[in-house]
């Protein structure tokens, strides 16, 4: 569909656009006089041998009659018999002839001559104010526009020291900035909706005309909002009232992701009053999806595999005494084993922290195949020591929790105890890990990242396939997540 453009490029400065306007304004004002000038003159153009042509037709009529009238014409020349009369009328209308045509001529020099000079003449006298008008108008424009971009910025500062930023909850986009704001008439976006010289207050959309606020406080909080650069929905119904943070829930293929974060969801909504977290679904759509995707967890039935997710998981609520939007990322674990897939990662810069879930069967010593030992564990790792690279030297101050799942497994509490009885010791998830041969992965994070810790959690809570028909019910779930946003207190 194309789009009506009311607007220049955006892309030009505050200054180039106020003079530009300026320019517009003028040259829109002598546009006007050039285009009725041009206007008329086609007009006398196209009419002026017809108005010659009226006035000869109105003298040849009134000399004919004149000269016709056999009383008037008797007492004109004296002449009293009826020849004379005749030659003398045959005269007059010769004469008529004559003289209506030099009447024409003349009638239609004069216009030519001093129709344009009068009409210019009053044109600049019209146009001189109009001119005016318009510089005062811009002039009046600027005045209070000042204040506007005051009270715009300043709204924008505070946003970003909440850390409001309007992030793309798609993974494969990591930007932070301005959305566009949708259309309620025509549901297209449009970009830029804030005070300038093409309106203060409103800005046409930019396909059907219909007017958009340009202020929050005015209207434009309760339009919708996109991404500004993917033009992705922002999702939540909070987007962009309140901070926003984001962790990441990564590991291997078959290491718990989707049921670490549907279990972990399915406690926070059940234990609203939980202490340091209280949270809730912020996405209506989203909420119906979580319904559909935890039922079988309620049944007893594990969550399938991560399929192709490209949106965040939103909650809102408080964390500790702060109100937050929580973005839940979960990555499929063979997003990380191919370079290709990289580029669905632009997300990690933005990251608060990550939780990177263990399986513990990925390891020789609990019968993996020796080609695969701890090789997922280490790609994975690889990829969230990369995020530290795009933060130049130094280690990274982001939050890594390194969670041993399924920890209902024997042979795990043959390592490192019954997480029922309590929170593991962290130390001893670590040298659990060690002791599994994935050392030099626990050696890389720790080199790249200062905060990390160890945790161990069952997202099911028991073994897949007994107790069949009970719903499951996780251990150990929010002990990581709680540790990760305890970093970072707004």
Known sequence: ????????????????????????????????????????????????????????????????????????????????????????????????????FVVMLVVDALIRMLAMPVLFTVLLVVAIPYFIWEVLLVIAKLLVLIPLICLFLGTRLRQLWRSIFFTCPSRECHYRGLPRFVCPACGISNPNLWPNLYGLFRHECLNCGHFLATLDFIGRRKLPRRCGRCDLPLLG????????????????????????????????????????????????????DFDRAVEPLRRGVPAPKTAEVK?????????????????????????????TSMTKQQYFPLLEGVILLVDPQTFESNGADSVETCLSLQIVVNAVAGMAAVEGNGASKKRVAVVISKADLDEVKAAIGNIRSGPIDPAVCRGAIVKWGGQNALRALEQRFKSVRYFACSP????????????????????????????NQN
């Not at 030009?12 to 300026?22: E, N, Y």
């Not at 009659?65 to 209308?93: Q, W």
């Not at 949106?311 to 191919?338: H, I, N, R, T, W």
């Open 460 to 487: 099911l809570g028991r073994a897949v396939g007994s107790e069949d028909g009970q719903p499951f019910c996780g251990t150990g779930l929010l002990d990581p997540l709680e540790w990760v946003l305890s970093g």
């Open 1 to 100: 569909m194309l789009q009506r453009t009311n607007h220049p490029p955006y892309r030009q400065t505050f200054v180039a656009r106020a003079i530009g306007l300026a320019a517009i304004r003028v040259v829109r004002a002598f546009k006007g006089i050039s285009v009725c000038g041009a206007m008329v003159g086609g007009w006398i153009e196209k009419y002026v041998g017809k108005i010659g042509i009226v006035f000869a037709l109105s003298v040849f009529v009134v000399l004919v009659y004149f000269f016709v009238c056999a009383d008037r014409l008797g007492r004109v020349s004296g002449a009293e018999n009826l020849p004379s009369k005749c030659v003398l009328a045959a005269i007059g209308i010769i004469a008529s002839g004559v003289v209506s």
């Open 237 to 288: 119904k909070h987007a962009g009232r309140v901070p926003e943070r984001l962790v990441a829930i990564m590991g291997g293929p078959g290491s718990g992701k989707t049921n670490y974060l549907l279990m972990t969801a399915e406690e926070l909504l059940r234990d609203r009053d939980n202490g340091h977290l209280r949270l809730q679904i912020d996405d209506p759509t989203q909420e119906s």
């Open 311 to 339: 949106l965040a998981f939103l909650l809102y609520g408080k964390v500790g005494e702060s109100m937050c939007q929580l973005y839940l990322y979960d990555a499929p674990g063979e997003e990380f084993s191919s370079v």
